[in-house]
């Protein structure tokens, strides 16, 4: 009977970092961006500040979790490792090309169909594009990314596989947003109804070929700058549209999918060929 309930196993705080992380988020936004916004009416410079100050959610998550994510790890160590390895500036560039032009093509086609100036779908919002800069970068790929993709990426492709885990990251990430999405439905004109779902959907498939693209790129070399500077690259596009509808995010939709689909065939590919190559070595 003894030996029933010994286990050495090392017990699995995964996922209850992932409940953790959408709780402090959804409390956070709701406590802090909520008063802000409606009990303080704050100026939109400071509402944009409590917004980036949410977003650090995942790392403020992890950070507290530390010691029992990694049992026996050093912060320093870690953080050391997860930015040490070489850049790589062929990774950065098809990472950072996939995700503008899978965001802008979308917007050319709505252009077009609209007849509206390309232009027009953009706005700076009263900022100046270093202060944007600034902004987009603060606001969700230095804050989320050491928890997202520094320990969770890694944790679920341990738990479950390449393909599976970067589908199950990208359901979490999404659905991590979900308090949000009602803000977003102001992209629609505040219809609910069939423009919603077709946001909801774009967001789930958008955040999951993120994923994707973040995970192919970082499997080839492990430094976190890539996930930050792919996040950083979708953020200068998406949180500047203006005037944009269902319409947009459905064409949004396919061509995150379709760059998904092609960075999946593209790691597969090439992971099939140096397996033929190390077997014949």
Request: charged share 10%; aromatic share 18%; glycine share 6%.
């Amino acid at each position: 009977m003894k030996a029933r309930f010994e286990n050495n196993r090392k017990p699995d705080f995964m996922w209850n970092y992932v409940i953790f992380a959408y709780l402090l988020f959804w409390i956070m936004v709701m406590v802090l961006g909520g008063s802000a916004a409606m009990v303080f009416n704050a100026p939109p410079a400071l509402q944009r500040a409590v917004e980036a100050l949410c977003a650090w959610a995942p790392t403020i998550a992890f950070l507290a979790m530390f010691r029992k994510l990694i049992p026996g790890a050093n912060l320093k160590a870690f953080m050391a490792k997860v930015f040490r390895p070489k850049l790589r500036f062929d990774l950065m560039l098809a990472g950072g090309v996939a995700v503008v032009l899978s965001s802008i093509i979308p917007l050319f086609i709505l252009s077009v169909s609209k007849g509206q100036p390309f232009t027009s779908f953009f706005s700076l919002k009263g900022y100046s594009l270093p202060v944007t800069l600034l902004l987009c970068l603060f606001a969700g790929p230095l804050g989320e990314e050491l928890g997202w993709r520094g320990y969770l990426r890694v944790a679920l492709d341990k738990k479950y596989g390449f393909i599976k885990a970067s589908l199950v990251a990208g359901v979490i990430w999404a659905f991590w947003h979900a308090i949000l999405w009602f803000v977003g439905v102001a992209f629609m004109g505040d219809e609910i109804g069939w423009p919603f779902v077709i946001y909801i959907i774009s967001n789930i498939v958008v955040m999951t070929s993120l994923v994707i693209i973040m995970n192919v790129v970082m499997n080839k070399s492990e430094n976190l700058i890539y996930a930050i500077w792919i996040h950083l690259c979708y953020n200068v596009v998406f949180y500047h549209l203006v005037n944009v509808d269902y319409v947009y995010f459905a064409w949004l939709t396919l061509f995150y999918a379709v760059t998904g689909a092609l960075f999946l065939l593209y790691h597969y590919g090439h992971f099939s060929i140096r397996r033929k190559n190390e077997a014949l070595s």
